[in-house]
């Protein structure tokens, strides 16, 4: 098992700048891979970023370019800095862990961006 926490969404305003944090309750140094979903209401759940135990990362086409994952093992927890932030990146985000099979999910934590 793995529990996940997301931390700091918020409201910015179009063009701004937020970093999403996620920590794990154990170390993600033995996961498959860590990454960032997102969700608006009435729609599918459809994946930002990616990054495998080997650091290798993959991003939705919406958002390469504006959006950087990142991972610190000695803290367990990984990052999404998003940049140049637009209306239509309004959503809840949700952090995720592929346990090679098994896959966890955070609470969400929102984010509005206003235009």
């Known amino acids: 098992q793995v529990q996940l926490v997301e931390s700091g969404g918020g409201l910015v305003q179009a063009g701004g700048s937020l970093r999403l944090s996620c920590t794990a309750s154990?170390?993600?140094?033995?996961?498959?891979?860590m990454g960032w979903y997102r969700q608006v209401l009435g729609k599918q759940r459809e994946l930002v970023a990616a990054?495998?135990?080997?650091?290798?990362?993959n991003y939705a086409d919406s958002v390469k370019g504006r959006f950087t994952i990142s991972r610190d093992n000695a803290k367990n927890t990984v990052y999404l800095q998003m940049n140049s932030l637009k209306p239509e990146d309004t959503a809840v985000y949700y952090c995720n862990a592929d346990d090679y099979g098994p896959r966890y999910w955070g609470q969400g934590t929102q984010v509005t961006v206003s235009s």
């Open positions: 990054i495998t135990v080997d650091e290798n990362t």
């Open positions: 154990r170390s993600i140094f033995v996961l498959k891979s």
